[in-house]
């Protein structure tokens, strides 16, 4: 079956510009979580919803990051006025449950520029 | 806090074999994942270990011990296919905790 998408693969955009990312996790997920990834680290958490609602936004960088999953399926994140070190890979995963021992699939990610 | 330590790099011959290991200080455990990720691509998960001992699938084991705080890969039979980085993952509440990644270079 369909994996996780996301859209677009790559983002350039200049300092100040906002952008949003697109996520559309596995059909019937509950859980979706955002995770941001720097070149050469491991996945950092950023945030989490069960269905529509975001229970933890405790890893968002700042209040110009922000993220939605209105109908509990597509989540999209934006992130406003946009800085250098914003730029990273954006990766959006998704389980079955809300269980801890859900396996998590990732999607392909967003590579994110900021000139 | 969350605190998960891996090796940054190793290097193996193609047929032969890998331990990659980890170690973790964490504040929740409710299991560790290992995912690899092949550049450009998405983390793929291989394992998961919440009771204590080896779990093998294939030619990959994963083993655990929770009074250490340590877990391990063991990649066999090595394929040019396996070079990639190895991210080893806590479990806490539910979201994951990773470590930096081991990048596993696989030479012929």
């Known amino acids: 079956g369909a994996g996780v998408s996301q859209s677009p693969r790559y983002k350039v955009a200049k300092r100040g510009q906002d952008v949003a990312l697109r996520c559309d996790p596995i059909?019937?997920?509950?859980?979706l979580f955002w995770y941001q990834q720097a070149l050469g680290q491991g996945p950092e958490f950023l945030t989490y919803?069960?269905?529509?609602?975001?229970?933890?936004k405790s890893g968002l960088p700042s209040d110009r990051f922000f993220a939605e999953r209105p109908e509990g399926s597509v989540s999209t994140l934006k992130i406003q006025r946009t800085q250098q070190e914003d730029s990273a890979v954006y990766l959006c995963?998704?389980?079955?449950?809300?269980?801890?021992?859900?396996?998590?699939?990732f999607g392909p990610g967003t590579r994110l520029t900021v000139l | 806090g969350q605190n998960i330590d891996q090796p940054t790099e190793m290097t193996a011959t193609e047929g032969a074999i890998v331990q990659i290991n980890c170690t973790y200080q964490?504040?929740?455990?409710?299991?560790l994942f290992w995912y690899q990720q092949h550049a450009g691509e998405a983390p793929t998960f291989l394992s998961y270990?919440?009771?204590?001992g080896l779990e093998e699938k294939g030619r990959f084991s994963s083993f655990l011990s929770r009074s250490k705080g340590y877990s391990y890969l063991l990649l066999k039979e090595l394929q040019m296919k396996d070079s990639a980085s190895y991210l080893c993952?806590?479990?806490?509440?539910?979201?994951?905790?990773f470590g930096a990644g081991t990048t596993v270079t696989v030479r012929a």
């Open positions: 995963a998704s389980s079955l449950s809300a269980g801890a021992a859900d396996t998590q699939y």
């Open positions: 059909s019937g997920h509950v859980s």
């Open positions: 919803f069960q269905n529509e609602a975001q229970l933890d």
């Open positions: 964490t504040s929740g455990f409710n299991g």
């Open positions: 270990n919440v009771l204590d």
């Open positions: 993952a806590v479990s806490g509440d539910y979201k994951l905790s």
